[in-house]
């Protein structure tokens, strides 16, 4: 008959690998997405792509070079996540005033069956006017997602439609395209816009 110390060691190790491995899980994602000391890159988030805008033309990622720019995935049915993060960016944009004239934000849709470009123009004119809808095919979004480590997913409703998970953060990119790291939009505004003007 195994001994109480045995069992106990039984329960023991397994919590242990568990616990071990949501530390590793958490230490990657923050090695992942955290900038280093000296704001350099430190890891491969973000790339070229080339999409459609929300005025039905081709663009790709090096028309946005030469300012800083924020990149969120997201969807127009979005009941709460999207429409926040947009008026929190609207806010920022607002707080920085025309020093930040030439910064943009890119809202690119994870749903391009629904979001074509009328209807990301639609959407998005109720936020900022430097808020930039971009859609696509769906290997040109699927090719967007992966370089940005993001991560998206159908999810069917009780009603037969569908809604979307998706990531939620708000990628601050430099003005060569490089990742500078996960922007806060949950601050004052006042203070984000000084951290967006630091990158000019």
């Keep these: 008959m195994p001994s109480p110390s045995s069992n106990l060691r039984a329960l023991i190790l ?9 530390i590793s899980l958490g230490l990657a994602a923050l090695w992942t997405f955290a900038p280093s000391q000296q704001g350099t890159q430190t890891s491969s988030v973000g790339g070229p792509f080339e999409l459609t805008s929300m005025e039905g033309a081709r663009v790709t990622s090096r028309q946005f070079e ?3 720019i924020l990149v969120f995935f997201g969807f127009t049915h979005c009941p709460d996540i999207c429409p926040t993060k947009l008026m929190e960016v609207s806010e920022i ?3 920085a005033g025309s020093k930040a004239a030439n910064v943009r934000a890119l809202f690119i849709t994870v749903d391009p069956a629904r979001d074509t470009p009328e209807v990301l123009k639609n959407y998005l004119g109720s936020f900022d006017p430097r808020i930039i809808g971009l859609t696509g095919t769906q290997e040109q979004i699927d090719r967007a997602v992966k370089a940005y480590r993001a991560y998206y997913k159908r999810v069917p409703t009780s009603s037969g439609d569908y ?10 990119m430099d003005r060569k395209g490089q990742f500078i790291g996960s922007f806060n939009t949950e601050r004052s505004p006042q203070e984000a816009a000084r951290e967006l003007l630091r990158h000019l």
């Design 93 to 95: 944009f607002r707080a």
């Design 66 to 68: 030469g300012a800083p």
């Design 14 to 22: 397994p919590a242990s690998a568990f616990l071990f491995g949501l």
């Design 163 to 172: 809604t979307m998970d998706h990531t939620a953060i708000v990628y601050l």
